[in-house]
């Protein structure tokens, strides 16, 4: 939506009241990966465990990646299949989609947009900043189900995107 310059959007109401994930946070998060880029393997597991993504040993689910000698599979959120990012030193040789089950390739692509695996930021300083927002608002309770000891401990239960603006000093909408 940020980069849409004419035609209309449709949208619920509630999608437009509900608080979401500052621009900056999505912008800072979001990678783009062509072939035929100059990067390099760590520096991409890096940006991906920043992001959120989960370090698997073999990828079946959106939000995982895995990786093995000098190829990365990854599942972004929103996609209908993973891609294997194939690297030849430390430029991207081939971007292929996948199936997970058989791991035989689906088609070749040139270029993928990785969106955050998640809404809200899953570092330690992130986990800090809703534990004392949580006890500013609420009791903190102590039981292993609540909301409050699942992100404590970094796990993130249903429907924590609805708890975001206690990730962040500041929201927005849509």
């Keep these: 939506l940020p980069s849409q310059t004419g035609g209309i959007t449709i949208a619920p109401i509630s999608t437009i009241l509900q608080r979401q994930s500052p621009r900056a946070f999505l912008l800072q998060h979001t990678l783009m990966v062509k072939t035929g880029d100059n990067a390099s393997l760590d520096k ?66 040139n270029a993928i947009e990785l969106l955050p695996a998640h809404e809200f930021p899953t570092t330690t300083e992130a986990i800090d900043s809703f534990r004392s927002r949580w006890r500013q608002r609420f009791d903190a309770r102590r039981e292993p189900e609540s909301i409050y000891m699942q992100v404590t401990k970094g796990t993130w239960p249903p429907g924590i995107e609805y708890w975001q603006p206690l990730f962040f000093d500041q929201t927005e909408t849509i």
């Design 44 to 109: 991409l597991r890096g940006q991906l465990e920043n992001s959120g993504y989960r370090h698997v040993d073999q990828v079946f689910g959106p939000g995982e990646y895995a990786n093995r000698g000098s190829i990365i599979d990854l599942y972004p959120m929103g996609s209908h299949a993973p891609y294997r990012i194939d690297f030849f030193d430390d430029e991207i040789d081939t971007i292929r989609t996948f199936d997970p089950e058989n791991q035989r390739t689906i088609e070749e692509i």
